[in-house]
Nanobody, 121 residues
Framework: VQLDESGGGLVQAGGSLRLSCATS????????MAWFRQAPGKDREFVAQ???????FYADSVKGRFTISRESDKNTAYLQMDDLKADDAAVYYC????????????????WGQGTQVTVSS
């Protein structure tokens, strides 16, 4: 399964970005989808995840500001990021697994190449 992220860029603090994750699978509905991020010098951290039925989970640091969603007819997942803060700056990765709903990066089988999000103050 190939994952292709897009939508990153430079945004001012308080602004918004929408990340997209297009997948190559025709069994998209069977996959748990998630977003992780990694800032320089830090470990990769969980941001949000969504089940095939649309149930969502968020890291406390983004709850109320970020929204994860998916469109099965487009085999694509999204991450809407609002009220961005300097601490949100990182490379954002899309991840997928058919096996388990988990916030742990090691539980995901497929990863995108990452998209850079830069937040200016």
């Amino acid at each position: 399964v190939q994952l292709d992220e897009s939508g990153g860029g430079l945004v001012q603090a308080g602004g918004s970005l929408r990340l997209s994750c297009a997948t190559s699978t025709r069994s998209f509905v069977m996959y748990y989808m998630a977003w992780f991020r990694q800032a320089p010098g830090k470990d990769r951290e969980f941001v949000a995840q969504i089940t095939s039925t649309g149930t969502t989970f968020y890291a406390d640091s983004v709850k109320g500001r970020f929204t994860i969603s998916r469109e099965s007819d487009k085999n694509t997942a999204y991450l809407q990021m609002d009220d961005l803060k300097a601490d949100d700056a990182a490379v954002y990765y899309c991840a997928a697994t058919p096996r388990i709903l988990s916030p742990g990066a090691r539980d995901y089988d497929y990863w995108g190449q990452g998209t850079q999000v830069t937040v200016s103050s």
